[in-house]
């Protein structure tokens, strides 16, 4: 079965510092992975994914993660935290064959310090 | 452009009450649509998925029931609440173009207190 783990419920940074969350999966096989944010009472955006082509992915709102294979990683970094940023983010997988679900993380609450 | 919707958005419901909550999006068709409940703490938990009218898989056993009476409406009952039920529900569409890297799109979620 494939999972995600997220080290860190919760991480504050400092405005203008580096943001660096988290995320290792389990699989099998070479899983395609996902990064979403969620901002309070809001449905979840996609930030970012991973589907086995550069290892290397951009996302939205200045977001990048790397695809580490030797490391089962997925981290998702900033160079510059911005106030906006403060939300929740979570990390997903799905198996890179016929499979219809996403398994989460338990996310990461991102605190930015002014 | 495709939407998604959800309502209620907030929601207080009694023990024992029943539960309906309705999802429906515009601008596709044919969409597989997902209900996800996200407990304090606990991440997002997938409760069920379709990939058609009348046709629901359920990921855990549980007090609630879904159903697809049409193309883009996604329904989560339950007849009896209970505490335990408490939660965000959240669903999600996703385009059947039968490539994996198709991305889940999001509501903007229920917030549903048992008391």
């Known amino acids: 079965a494939q999972s995600v783990t997220q080290l860190g419920s919760h991480v504050s940074v400092s405005e203008g510092a580096l943001v660096l969350l988290r995320c290792n999966y389990s699989?099998?096989?070479?899983?395609?992975l996902f990064w979403y944010v969620q901002y309070p009472n809001q449905g979840l955006q996609l930030l970012l994914k991973y589907t086995s082509a550069a290892t290397l992915v951009k996302g939205i709102n200045g977001f990048e993660a790397e695809f580490k294979k030797s490391e089962t990683s997925f981290h998702l970094t900033k160079p510059s935290a911005h106030m906006s940023d403060a939300a929740e983010y979570f990390c997903?997988?799905?198996?890179?064959?016929?499979?219809?679900?996403?398994?989460f993380g338990t996310g990461t609450r991102l605190t930015i310090i002014p | 452009s495709q939407t998604i919707h959800q309502w209620p958005a907030t929601l207080v419901q009694p023990v024992g009450s029943p539960l309906s909550l309705e999802c429906t999006v515009e601008?596709?068709?044919?969409?597989?649509l997902y209900w996800y409940r996200q407990a304090a703490g606990r991440g997002l938990q997938l409760l069920f998925y379709s990939v058609g009218i009348g046709q629901i898989s359920s990921e855990v056993p549980q007090n609630l029931s879904a159903s697809r009476p049409q193309d883009r409406q996604f329904i989560l009952s339950s007849k009896k609440l209970l505490l335990s039920d408490s939660g965000f529900y959240l669903c999600?569409?996703?385009?059947?173009?039968?490539?994996?890297?198709?991305?889940?799109?999001f509501g903007p979620g229920t917030r549903l207190t048992v008391l």
């Open positions: 999600a569409w996703r385009e059947k173009t039968g490539a994996l890297t198709d991305t889940q799109y």
């Open positions: 997903a997988v799905t198996p890179n064959f016929g499979n219809e679900k996403l398994t």
């Open positions: 699989s099998s096989v070479p899983p395609y």
């Open positions: 601008g596709t068709s044919n969409p597989n």
